[in-house]
């Protein structure tokens, strides 16, 4: 299927014959044209693409600005912007557009004017809108009547396709974006492949190469279609128009391809690339005077061809460490990406309009002996390589045969280091496993700061000054052993290495006569050579078309650290299957290069620089299994080149020896990895014939994925093809991988590497559900979840689930003891047989562990996703809010009590015994259940719950049934997840970097600012509160949040205000206390000059019932002070209760509060934000 493009220089190529320029489109024929390419088939690119992308831009600027403004250029008829999610339209307050099309103005202001205000595009504008029938001029003259008019958003949809040069028009835009905030941004949509941007540095780009665009064939159709798309009209009746338009259609006929559900359509390709840029995309400047700019033509060093077609911003090739910094440090500053490039054979180490760094002049290779001097079992075993990742697997090779040893490398010398990170197949796989594998150390640049890493065992000559020891260094360690290329700029690489081994190499070639044979030949192979070779050998095969059929070419290689024997058993075996071999050899490591029979034996060779390739792997179990041989064997047959081929890599023996969770690299269970590799001339890059055999790599991937047991990530990359691929790439890591992706690159500095996925969200609302054995939590918490399930029907997938933290322990200790597990989760009398075992089990884990409450409670949130309910049953710790809140702040954590009377509690449990047990031995009760004595678990982190706790809410389940447990969940449970509670947030506006930098601000006084926000969130708070406003005889306030908020929520419970203030500011007679200033008052985060906090001497009367309001709870120096002069006017912590507007979990305000001594006040929040 031709592109738009190659069907534009085919039409343009044909309408250069003519004897005089025709003449451009007429407003009224460009508006016919247009017309096509937004209905129908091309209406899906805006659905699937352009809308998707515009509001994912558009989220984040919301996030900070309360209104928006946005300047359109060339909108069309419509505005796109209209079709943006309605809450993000209502923030469009302002909107000017520039159409000189005479017709699509008309249309675009009658748009505007259809509908009611309730039914506009954009309900909230400050003034109408303001469409300009003009171009848009780079001399700036363009009835600008206010010099400072500026615009939060600037977008070209697919507007640009006149404009020359584009670069200065999108200079031009981007002097139009709102200085006073940061984050304004212009955004391109536009044809893939055709717009470069010559220095300019974008915030981020998305491609969509699977747009098409259909149109019916019929000549009146078609005649239309070719004019809009040459941008030329050919309407004369003269032979040379005739003559033009007829040549226009067959080109049309001849390169739009029909699909078989709709042959009376053509197709033809329409790619997308969205690019966005911000006032930072001028700033290369700033690191090329600090860093080695490359010059020239850096493309030509490339080894992948499409690579080769990106235009990066510009190649950096920095010569030392303090460079790299310099590159990450300039990136996080601008909020840019960067790719790297190593041996460049990845699609994406270059990216258009990106900055690149060449890792070029980080090219040494060093053999070390281990310091500590013990030798082990080999004295391979005690000696290292440090290969820096400008090195290639050539440069490794030679220096390692030259002292003897060896590393298990790809088969290609020019390999870089972005194939040793993501895994590294080779043909010592089998022998010592992936070269990843043999990975023990590195050095890194961090992405989050500039910081560099040492990361496990680097020899002390080669870790550089400065470097530090990360506190998640085992994590960084098992993540670049496999997926290595997306957490950081690594440096250099610590091998393990082996005794270097000569090579035995026999090649067979099979000419494949007939499907039958071919499948027949597949399964002997599979079976009878490679399933029984041993693990010193390996046996590659390929199928490819040649000489007018199928062949099936074998390698077989045999390494031996001993002279190897010209014939051998394995060879013998091989020969009985495929006859006869076509040449063997015996060669060392660096002659091993030279043996790979897609370089040298297939199609006179690949590897004479004539022709490109794109490559994809599967992995895969029997590839002679029908199934699998078929998709193999039709894949070929399909090929669009004579050069496409299929290469079966052999693997498992010691790859499969490692565990799948012990490294990155989690696909282990494979026999073979199929290179599925779509091969084109090299002097046709970029053309049609090259995206069809792409197309062909994935419609093979395609049909073999189902039939998979996993995808090699090392060619991956950010083209949307290869999402769902990349979620088959890690096994079972692949969570853990997306959740240090988020913490070592938060910034997506390295945007452009493999595509993991994003961490699955937090469920919005945690309730830990908590209470004595008997109480009936299991039951309660099941009811609560049909409850929050049923009030949502139209959700896909279920909005609330429950799950036991004690689940992990319970399998362990079947494992570990032979218990049954099931029954230990449902079988009550069973369970109690085994409480005291399980007890004992659980406190000796925790010895060895003391974090494990914490590992178990994150496990549990990780395992549930994605929902927007957790209730987690069977947690019996003190102050669960409190000591666990701070692991998931961007979830509301709260704990719901379930009691019950003594009697009904032992009857649940199948009991009598102890019924005489009173209320204030409950806590002994409590202790002694859970074998929490002075070994226990009250000396870990998180200790036994005890009667001085408050829960943020109690249920009483002593009423037979389910209609008291349900109604409590309708009256308090649903209202914490309630769209009035989103309202409130959608209008807090975060400020990065204020008041000091690493500080995401959130404006919560703005509530107040906004139409109807005060009184949305008194509402809430009134609403909200877990006790009996009846009996509350204050609300207490402190400056200056607290007194907004509480002044509106007094005068709804009618309740009298209690004011706090600095010292000095109220008349006397007065009480206070000393206060340390808050998180954000404070200048300097280390500030702790103490201030003072007073209130009138008589507001409270002794022994009242408060209600403390503020805005925020973040570390809880503000409330610790409020708590502490309430109690010296003699309020007892029990009589208070706190309400926040905001709570930020991360800075553990709740654990300051208990550990100063106000465990038993009560304390609820209406929103959560994490982040600092």
Not at 737 to 757: E, G, M, N, V
Request: hydrophobic fraction near 40%.
């Amino acid at each position: 299927m031709a592109t738009l493009d190659s069907l534009k220089s085919a039409l343009r190529q044909r309408a250069a014959t003519a004897t005089q320029a025709l003449p451009p489109l007429s407003e009224a024929q460009y508006s016919a044209g247009f017309d096509m390419f937004v209905k129908e088939s091309g209406w899906a690119t805006y659905q699937d693409f352009i809308i998707p992308q515009l509001s994912q831009l558009v989220a984040p600027l919301l996030n900070r600005r309360v209104r928006l403004s946005v300047l359109e250029i060339g909108p069309g008829p419509k505005s796109v912007f209209g079709y943006l999610p309605e809450q993000q339209r209502q923030k469009i307050t302002k909107y000017v557009a520039y159409e000189p099309n005479t017709l699509f103005a008309a249309e675009l202001e009658e748009w505007f004017q259809s509908g009611s205000e309730l039914e506009s595009p954009f309900p909230c504008l400050k003034t109408s809108p303001e469409i300009r029938q003009t171009p848009f001029a780079l001399d700036g003259n363009n009835c600008m009547d206010e010099p400072e008019e500026a615009f939060d958003l600037v977008l070209f949809c697919h507007s640009m396709y006149g404009m020359r040069p584009k670069v200065k028009f999108i200079e031009r835009a981007l002097g139009m974006l709102d200085g006073r905030f940061d984050g304004g941004m212009v955004v391109v949509f536009h044809r893939a492949g055709s717009l470069h941007l010559n220095g300019l540095v974008c915030h981020s780009t998305a491609s969509f190469p699977s747009g098409v665009v259909r149109v019916t064939d019929s000549d009146a159709i078609l005649d239309a279609f070719a004019r809009f798309v040459a941008g030329y009209a050919v309407d004369h009746v003269d032979e040379q128009s005739v003559s033009i338009r007829s040549d226009w259609r067959e080109l049309c006929r001849s390169l739009g391809r029909r699909e078989g559900a709709h042959p009376d359509l053509l197709g033809f390709g329409a790619p997308e690339v969205m690019i966005a840029l911000t006032r930072h995309a001028t700033s290369l400047p700033e690191l090329t005077a600090q860093v080695p700019l490359l010059i020239g033509s850096p493309q030509n060093k490339i080894k992948n061809r499409q690579a080769r077609l990106h235009r990066p911003a510009a190649v950096f090739g920095p010569t030392e460490i303090q460079h790299l910094q310099q590159c990450v440090r300039w990136a996080l500053k601008n909020k840019t990406k960067l790719t790297v490039v190593s041996g460049s054979h990845s699609d994406q180490c270059l990216w258009p309009n990106v900055v690149a760094i060449d890792m070029g002049f980080f090219d040494k290779v060093q053999i070390c002996v281990a310091e500590d001097g013990k030798a082990t079992c080999t004295p391979e075993s005690n000696v290292f390589v440090v290969a820096e990742t400008g090195a290639k697997a050539g440069d490794i090779i030679e220096k390692t045969m030259a002292a003897g040893l060896t590393v298990p490398l790809g088969s290609r010398p020019s390999v870089g280091a972005g194939l040793w990170l993501q895994g590294g197949i080779g043909h010592l796989t089998r022998l010592h496993g992936l070269t990843c594998d043999s990975i023990v150390g590195a050095v890194m640049v961090s992405v989050s700061s500039g910081q560099v890493l040492c990361i496990g065992n680097v020899p002390g000559p080669h870790q550089p000054a400065g470097s530090e020891r990360p506190e998640n260094e085992a994590d960084l360690l098992w993540a670049i052993r496999g997926g290595g290329t997306n957490f950081g700029i690594v440096v250099s690489v610590t091998f393990k290495t082996y005794t270097s081994p000569t090579y035995s190499v026999r090649n067979w070639i099979v000419p494949l006569r007939g499907d039958s044979e071919a499948l027949l030949k597949l399964e002997m192979f599979d079976e009878l050579v490679a399933g029984k070779l041993p693990r010193d050998c390996s046996a590659d095969a390929y199928l490819y078309w040649d000489v007018g059929q199928m062949h099936l070419g074998v390698t077989m290689y045999e390494a031996s650290t001993k002279a190897p024997a010209l014939q051998t058993a394995q060879a013998d075996r091989l020969a009985k299957v495929l006859g006869q071999e076509a040449s063997s050899k015996v060669v060392d490591g660096i002659g091993l290069f030279d043996t790979e029979m897609y370089m040298s034996g297939m199609h006179g060779g690949h590897g004479g620089g004539k022709t490109s390739s794109f490559k994809r792997c599967m992995f895969l179990r029997r590839i002679g299994a029908e199934a699998t041989a078929t998709v193999l064997q039709n894949a070929i047959k399909t090929r669009p080149s004579p050069f496409c081929y299929l290469h079966l890599l052999h693997g498992g023996a010691a790859m499969m020896d490692v565990a799948a969770d012990s490294s990155a690299f989690g696909c282990r269970d494979w026999d073979f990895a199929c290179v599925i590799t779509g091969v084109w001339p090299r002097d046709q890059d970029g053309s049609q014939a090259a995206e069809t055999a792409i197309q062909w790599v994935y419609n093979v991937v395609g049909a073999l994925l189902p039939l998979s047991t996993g995808v090699y990530g090392a060619d991956l990359g950010p083209d949307p093809r290869d999402s769902a691929l990349a979620t088959k790439a890690f096994g079972p890591n692949l969570a853990r991988l997306a959740r240090l992706k988020t913490s070592s690159d938060p910034y997506s500095i390295l945007a452009y590497a493999f595509p993991l996925p994003k961490v699955p969200t937090e469920p919005k609302l945690i309730i830990l559900v908590t209470g004595l054995h008997g109480a009936g939590k299991d039951y309660c918490a099941a009811i609560w979840v049909s409850v929050f399930n049923s009030s949502n029907p139209a959700r896909k997938y279920p909005t609330a689930c429950a799950i036991g933290i004690s689940d992990a322990t319970k399998r362990e200790y079947a494992e570990a003891t032979g218990a049954d597990f099931d029954r230990l989760l449902s079988d009550r009398p069973y369970k109690e047989q085994h409480r005291s075992g399980l007890n004992a089990f659980f406190k000796s884990q925790l010895r060895r562990r003391p974090r494990l409450p914490e590992e178990h409670f994150l496990k549990v949130v990780r395992d549930s996703a994605p929902i927007d309910v957790l209730l987690i049953t069977g947690m019996r710790e003190q102050a669960p809010v409190a000591a666990l809140s701070h692991l998931v702040p961007k979830s509301k954590l709260l704990e719901v009590r379930v009691t019950v009377s003594e009697e009904l509690r032992q009857v649940r449990r199948g009991s009598r015994k102890d019924l005489a047990i009173g209320r204030g031995n409950c806590a002994a009760l409590c202790a002694a259940e859970d074998g929490t004595d002075g070994e226990g678990i009250k000396h870990a982190r998180l200790g036994s719950m005890t009667s001085s706790d408050c829960p943020d809410l109690t249920f009483e389940n002593d009423i037979p049934g389910s209609k008291a447990v349900k109604a409590f969940a309708q009256d308090r449970l649903l209202p914490l997840i309630h769209e009035d509670l989103q309202r409130l947030v959608q209008m807090i506006r975060s400020v990065p970097d204020h008041p000091r930098e690493g500080i995401e601000f959130r404006h919560v006084l703005d509530i107040a600012q906004r139409p109807g926000g005060l009184d949305l969130c008194s509402s809430l708070l009134q609403s909200h509160f877990a006790g009996d406003w009846a009996q509350i005889d204050a609300l207490v306030c402190c400056e200056a949040g607290g007194f907004l908020f509480a002044s509106a929520l007094a005068t709804r419970v009618d309740v009298p205000l209690a004011l706090i203030r600095e010292a000095g500011k109220l008349p006397p007679p007065t009480i206070s206390t000393s206060k340390l200033p808050s998180h954000i008052s404070s200048p300097v985060l280390a500030d702790s000059k103490l201030g003072r906090i007073e209130m009138d001497l008589y507001a409270i009367s002794p022994g009242a019932s408060v209600v403390v309001v503020d805005d925020v709870l973040a570390t809880g120096r503000t409330l610790c002070a409020v708590l502490r002069l309430l109690k010296k006017a003699g309020v007892h912590e029990k009589n208070i209760s706190v309400i926040v507007v905001a709570e930020f979990p991360c800075h553990r305000g709740r654990d300051v509060l208990h550990q100063h001594g106000f465990a038993e006040t009560s304390l609820q929040n209406l929103l959560v934000f994490g982040g600092p």
